[in-house]
């Protein structure tokens, strides 16, 4: 009988895990999208409102009218700054005007970081690297990105944790320690952190033999060893 009660419990389990775990995604991006959605409608809702009132249009046809608004203002903009005579009067107000503004720099940095709109920019360049934190004589290592070079030879690398990867770790190292890792794009270095580390595996196995052992030799050696 218990056997029995074991069974159908662990049937019930499996079936709500299983469940869950179809449905929980997509109600978790139902609702990000509806979020934004939201977002950006109360953004263009005077736009949406002209339609509305004016000719009668139904309120999801005048949101979408609004987001195509918003969309052609991104476009126009973006265009304009790339001229030389935008640049200089965007330069100017930026200076005079909206630096001024609390915390205007550091989430226009943050922002122009994550969406790859700087040169320097890591999601951009894309220089994902093995690095072995206690030195490569310990088989202990992570991935991270190449955020930035230093006139002594050392870089600094942002080590994202799982399962939020704009979240995590900065640390200041010596190149004898960061394998680069020109195989692996960004996006499947994030794709792998989100999963928490689910996936590593076909990535590791993408490097080069020399890369997966500590001491192994890297594209900074300068000679040829034996």
Not at 99 to 128: H, T
Not at 166 to 171: A, D, L, N, V
Not at 183 to 209: F, H, N, Y
Request: glycine letters at 8%.
């Amino acid at each position: 009988m218990n056997t029995i009660r074991d069974k159908h419990i662990n049937f019930i389990r499996k079936s709500l895990v299983g469940g869950l775990v179809v449905l929980l995604p997509l109600a978790i991006i139902a609702f990000f999208f509806r979020w934004i959605y939201s977002l950006v409608t109360d953004l263009t809702s005077p736009v949406a409102m002209i339609f509305i009132r004016g000719f009668g249009w139904p309120q999801f046809a005048a949101d979408l009218i609004g987001i195509a608004t918003l969309v052609l203002i991104c476009f126009l903009v973006g265009n304009l700054i790339t001229t030389r005579l935008g640049s200089w009067a965007w330069n100017r107000m930026e200076e005079s005007v909206m630096a001024r503004l609390p915390g205007y720099r550091s989430v226009r940095e943050v922002i122009a970081q994550i969406l790859g709109g700087k040169e320097d920019s890591p999601f951009s360049r894309g220089e994902v690297a093995r690095i072995w934190l206690y030195g490569r004589q310990v088989d202990v290592s992570v991935l991270g990105l190449v955020t930035s070079r230093h006139p002594d030879g050392r870089v600094s690398v942002f080590v994202p944790t799982g399962p939020n990867p704009t979240s995590g770790f900065i640390y200041h190292c010596s190149m004898d320690v960061v394998t680069l890792c020109p195989e692996i794009r960004v996006e499947q270095m994030m794709k792998v952190v989100v999963a928490c580390g689910a996936g590593t595996s076909s990535l590791i196995e993408m490097l080069p033999d020399a890369s997966l052992r500590p001491g192994g030799r890297t594209d900074f050696d300068d000679t040829e060893k034996p």
